[in-house]
């Protein structure tokens, strides 16, 4: 009987599903227009329009909704090299952030029918509601063979049949990624405490801290909402500020630590953010993700470049130089630093295993730590978990020696 009332709970939140060869989804067809001049036709399944973007492939196998609200892809398409997608539609639970900013979402096929005990609407509906394009019937394997021996390549997606293939063309010439500042588009206006409101059944893992709490300033360069809440699964007490928050009213708080978040674009396009990193840095402890992590080695004196097709995917391997144990992680980046640029004092303590690049550093004379892939992994493997903790111990050890 209990599991009577179990499965019909189940029937009752699951999407409705429609039976094969009707088509659940308004289609419409799309053209992608690359800066290389090649063009794709394709269906649309999301909004209609035109939208200019930089396409990057994305390997992940799962999580295509958090992969659609992880604000670092604002300005960017993502293709999705996983192959069949939409078939547990969408759920608010697992919402990256309050938008869907990226430029579009790019698939090979759209599962025909959703279904999900969490399921809210189908990957269509929510997309049209969102207003973000979507296209499928792409063939994606070679869409990313290409961008993998060009780099990423700047695209127009339209289902505007009056604009010709060569006014999309210019369009994509026109625009780019590079030295704009993307933050100030993702990032909160005015700062707020953040609320935990995660049920105690989503801890992946027991909680993380050892009761103690740290009282921590989150600067929102479009911060993912996971790692707010391996934050506090940590015993951190989260005050989330702008982009733009001076760094004088960051230490007028008085916070144990400082975290700098995700967020789009290229760091060199933010010398406002460097600036205020350089004047906490050394006043408090200093941990960084992703973007955070560009920030923190620019405002160390460290260099970024664009890399060609960069990294975006669940499966990643990285090895922590300090005890030499690879992880597999989850990364969303496009630029990276050059460990060459970095000053004396500077250690570099991960590496990507697929390139050698940049995965993380530390300096510790100045109580500051980063790495350039996502430990929330939000979607992917929770390897690299850990380095939430050496934040919290970081924070510790500078409360007690001070
Ligand atoms: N996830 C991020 O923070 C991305 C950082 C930066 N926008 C890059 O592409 O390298």
Redesign the pocket.
């Known amino acids: 009987m209990a599991n009577q009332v179990a499965f019909d709970n189940i029937k009752l939140r699951s999407l409705s599903t429609v039976s094969l060869g009707e088509t659940p989804w308004k289609v419409a067809d799309a053209r992608l227009v690359l800066e290389d001049g090649s063009v794709l036709k394709a269906k649309s399944f999301g909004a209609s329009g035109t939208q200019v973007g930089e396409v990057v492939f994305n390997t992940s196998m799962t999580g295509y909704q958090e992969i659609l609200t992880d604000p670092?892809y604002a300005g960017q398409f993502v293709l999705l090299t996983y192959p069949q997608v939409g078939n547990t539609g969408v759920s608010f639970d697992d919402e990256e952030s309050r938008q869907c900013f990226l430029a579009g979402l790019m698939i090979r096929n759209l599962s025909i029918s959703a279904s999900h005990w969490r399921g809210s609407e189908s990957l269509g509906e929510y997309l049209c509601r969102k207003n973000i394009m979507g296209i499928y019937d792409v063939d994606t394997r070679a869409l990313t063979r290409k961008l993998i021996k060009k780099g990423s390549l700047i695209g127009v997606l339209s289902t505007d049949k009056s604009k010709t293939n060569e006014e999309l063309l210019e369009m994509s010439h026109s625009w780019s990624i590079v030295g704009v500042d993307m933050i100030d588009c993702v990032s909160c206006k005015s700062p707020y405490e953040w609320v935990d409101e995660t049920d105690s059944e989503w801890e992946f893992n027991s909680k993380g801290g050892d009761g103690s709490t740290f009282n921590i300033v989150a600067y929102d360069f479009g911060i993912k909402l996971n790692i707010l809440k391996r934050l506090v699964s940590y015993g951190c007490k989260i005050t989330v500020v702008p982009s733009t928050w001076p760094a004088s009213e960051t230490l007028k708080m008085n916070p144990d630590g400082v975290f700098l978040s995700?967020?789009?674009?290229d760091?060199s396009a933010v010398p406002h953010i460097v600036e205020t990193v350089k004047e906490i840095l050394g006043k408090v402890p200093v941990f960084g993700i992703?973007?955070g992590h560009?920030l923190i080695s620019t405002a160390l004196g460290g260099k970024s470049f664009k890399m060609k097709f960069?990294h975006h995917g669940g499966n990643q391997p990285v090895r922590n130089l300090r005890n030499n144990h690879v992880e597999i992680s989850s990364q969303?980046?496009?630029?990276a630093i050059d460990p060459a640029s970095l000053p004396k004092g500077v250690e570099v303590t991960h590496v990507n295993l697929n390139d050698g690049t940049c995965a993380g550093i530390a300096y510790p004379a100045l109580n500051a730590m980063s790495i350039q892939y996502h430990p929330e992994a939000s979607p992917g493997p929770h390897d690299s978990d850990y380095v939430f903790k050496e934040f919290t111990e970081m924070m510790k050890k500078n409360k007690h020696s001070a």
């Not at 995700?262 to 674009?265: D, I, L, T, V, Y």
């Open positions: 670092s995700n967020g789009p674009g760091p992703c973007m560009q960069g969303n980046h496009n630029f």
